[in-house]
């Protein structure tokens, strides 16, 4: 039997590889046992621990209304432990077995993080009881005795670890250490403080901070340059063990635990295991319009649902797209304490060979040759910035971050990209760690339509320097509406500053191809641009293509009109539409043709977001010149009512009523409804088997709201003919 049990033992303890004495400690869940007696040496007869200061009772004040989370801004979460952030005092009071002598007894405080505690690393802790507290030091000193109890003020450490601690307190004797047991009651979550001037994540205004780390409902926008759309999204970092989901993604990340009170090591590994590539993460991404055997999307509305999955079953949640990454990082990061805001940049280049291009090839008749063109344009793509110190880089670097969860290109061998400076992206100073040519590359390319000639020479049609990164913008501090950062991560299109940061970039090895080896001879003296109508799903609209004629030529133009079905990154599932048509351009003048495009032409093959894409092209025939554009538009989808019925004051019940009419000229087949709302109800999910044509449905849910204030309720639809259709409402919640 010893044999058996010998080997269970030594499966048991991890292998350690010849290069370290303690084997890596990057788990916050697992925990070593600590001894309630360490004995000095041999214990003399008669030594009844009991006759010494022992604690009997520790009182944390780890109730939402008590001074602890009231004083460090962590009554929203809904845990049952006490929440600090670091740097900043926090109470408790321990109850001794009789009153405690200063002169005679000796006690202290030892924290302890993960399995492997070492005071060098940052996961033991010992606290000494002093009479003054250093700011943003470990320390410890008794503000108030009364009978056998003692009232403490606690300072952690500024830079400490974040994350979830054990508490012992040890008494000294002289012939050993006596400990309180483990008691998982006493348990301390450390968090990042951006109230704290010494914390790497300080930020010096309150409704930044209001806004960044205690909003717990965001926007999202989405849509296209023309046509910014926007919607609701459920951050929840506040919401039952989210904490703990976002605790565990660090584990996952096998971050060192001496490495998690470094907001840039945290963003870097998280960047990598929100996706699930290469590393199981959090989210699978799905571009393919098909979502078999997962949620759509479009389908959620928030973060919760896909952290506490995740968190329960450790396998990716199916699926996500650009703004489920962003929506689910921005909650991991406003959870810790690390100030966030999802950030979405409209058309935001995908550059393959990171060129600072983006080539789309041409053929003979003017067509996009789809075999070469490999570059992609995105309607819009969202990613994170997060506000931080960089102390690994220059002064001036500090301050918003970008951060991206979306897996597009590999870093390091992971797809992760940031933490990138977005003060370096703006100067061109692209050589400072991490990914800032790539981000720097989705904001600043230039779209090149070139044509191959019979002879092998390749000619310029039009370079576009200004459709990348049009417009760059985040949700507003204190309310819905949109706020512009354009200008954060770029300056004013042609202006020198521009030109310098540019020149910067491609110092620093951002690759832009010059222009010897080709020939570039534009047609200057017509322009040519096309107008789309604002067009509902399902109806009919038309494209209005003009020209404006500068010269005293009279010209003839043959025009080619493609509309293509694409997702929103811009890559074409199918052309739906072809048109061409001669426009006859007289001197010096404008003029404008219509293109008609019915609802039949593109209904059967739409996609998630209906986004449709124009390319036009039109050949001079008197020069021989090609003029080239493209718009990407799209349709108004139908949105959801929500109202509420009766009083809503927390802790009652009251009703929410869930409305939508099918807009289309034909059945919905299979729809699933979500309702969710932070503080008043947890994600409640129906499913309607059909919904006719012109038919309404509607949806009544009960719940008991919990936190009072002004809360968001937010609800998707979903099936297959139709997504991204959403409702909101802003409730107010009484107190009882």
Not at 269 to 294: L, P
Not at 503 to 517: F, S
Request: glycine share 6%; with cysteine; aromatic share 10%.
């Amino acid at each position: 039997m010893s044999e058996t049990t010998n080997t269970n033992e030594e499966k048991k303890k991890p292998s350690l590889n010849g290069r370290r004495a303690v084997p890596s400690n990057n788990s916050n869940d697992e925990e070593n046992e600590v001894p309630e007696i360490e004995v000095f040496g041999l214990i003399p007869r008669g030594f009844n621990p009991k006759d010494y200061l022992h604690v009997v009772d520790i009182h944390m004040f780890k109730e939402p209304h008590e001074i602890n989370k009231q004083q460090h801004h962590t009554d929203k979460y809904y845990s049952p432990k006490l929440i600090v952030r670091r740097g900043q005092l926090f109470q408790i009071q321990i109850d001794f077995n009789r009153p405690y002598k200063p002169e005679t007894d000796q006690f202290w405080l030892e924290y302890l993080i993960g399995r492997y505690p070492q005071q060098n690393k940052g996961t033991y802790i010992p606290i000494l009881v002093d009479d003054v507290l250093k700011p943003g030091r470990w320390g410890a000193k008794i503000t108030h005795k009364e009978n056998n109890s003692v009232r403490m003020s606690i300072m952690s450490s500024a830079t400490c670890i974040v994350g979830k601690f054990r508490l012992y307190i040890a008494v000294w004797t002289p012939f050993g250490i006596l400990r309180t047991h483990r008691n998982p009651a006493t348990d301390t979550y450390i968090l990042f403080n951006p109230w704290c001037q010494e914390d790497a994540v300080y930020l010096d205004d309150e409704k930044e901070r209001e806004e960044y780390v205690l909003n717990d409902v965001g926007i999202v926008f989405h849509g296209n340059i023309n046509d910014i759309k926007l919607r609701s999204w459920s951050y929840g970092q506040f919401e039952e063990n989210i904490l703990d989901a976002c605790l565990f993604l660090m584990d996952k990340a096998e971050l060192e635990l001496s490495g998690r009170g470094n907001p840039i090591k945290i963003c870097r590994v998280a960047s990598a295991v929100i996706n699930s590539r290469d590393d199981n993460g959090v989210i699978a991404g799905s571009w393919d319009n098909t979502y078999t055997y997962g949620v759509a999307p479009s389908a959620w509305t928030g973060s919760v649902d896909i952290l506490l999955e995740y968190y329960s079953s450790k396998q990716p949640v199916r699926y996500g797209q650009c703004w489920v990454f962003a929506g689910v990082f921005n909650t991991f990061l406003r959870c810790l304490g690390i100030p966030a805001r999802l950030v979405t940049n409209y058309s935001s280049a995908h550059d393959n060979n990171a060129n600072l291009q983006l080539d789309f090839f041409l053929d003979d008749k003017g067509e996009v040759d789809t075999k070469l063109t490999k570059d992609s344009v995105w309607n819009y793509h969202c990613w994170n910035e997060a506000w931080m110190t960089r102390p690994d880089l220059p002064v001036g670097f500090g301050g918003w971050q970008v951060v991206d969860g979306t897996p597009q290109e590999t870093s390091d061998g992971m797809y992760r990209c940031g933490p990138a400076s977005v003060q370096a992206i703006k100067h061109g100073h692209v050589c400072f760690q991490f990914d800032a040519p790539f981000v720097y590359a989705e904001v600043n390319s230039d779209i090149v339509y070139s044509r191959r000639e019979k002879n092998g020479t390749q000619v310029i049609e039009k370079i576009d320097t200004t459709h990348i990164g049009q417009l760059i913008v985040t949700k507003e501090v204190g309310g819905d509406g949109m706020m512009e950062i354009t200008e954060e991560y770029k300056f004013q299109e042609g202006s020198e500053e521009e030109r310098l940061a540019l020149e910067t970039a491609v110092m620093y090895g951002v690759k832009k191809q010059t222009m010897q080896d080709t020939m570039y001879r534009p047609q200057t003296d017509v322009d040519m641009d096309f107008q789309v109508q604002k067009a509902v799903l399902g109806s009919d609209f038309k494209v209005t293509i003009t020209f404006r004629n500068k010269s005293h030529n009279y010209y003839t133009a043959t025009t080619y009109l493609s509309g293509n079905i694409v997702f929103y990154t811009g890559v074409t599932k199918n052309e739906f539409k072809k048109h061409s048509f001669s426009a006859k351009l007289e001197p010096s003048s404008s003029s404008a043709f219509d293109v008609v495009i019915k609802s039949s032409e593109y209904l059967s093959d739409l996609l998630d977001q209906a986004s449709l894409h124009f390319f036009v092209t039109a050949r001079i025939n008197e020069t021989g010149k090609t003029l080239a554009t493209q718009k990407a538009t799209v349709l108004e989808i139908p949105t959801l009512k929500i109202k509420t019925q009766g009083e809503t004051v927390a802790g009652k019940e009251m009703s929410v009523t869930v409305k939508f009419t099918n807009p289309l000229k034909k059945t919905l087949d299979n729809v699933t409804l979500r309702l969710e709302g932070p503080g008043v109800l947890r994600t409640m999910k129906k499913e309607f088997r059909q919904i006719p044509m012109n038919s309404t449905l509607m949806w009544e849910v009960k719940c008991i709201p919990e936190r009072p204030g002004l809360q968001k309720l937010i609800a998707s639809l979903n099936c297959d003919a139709l997504r991204h259709v959403y409702g909101e409402l802003n409730v107010q919640i009484q107190k009882p």
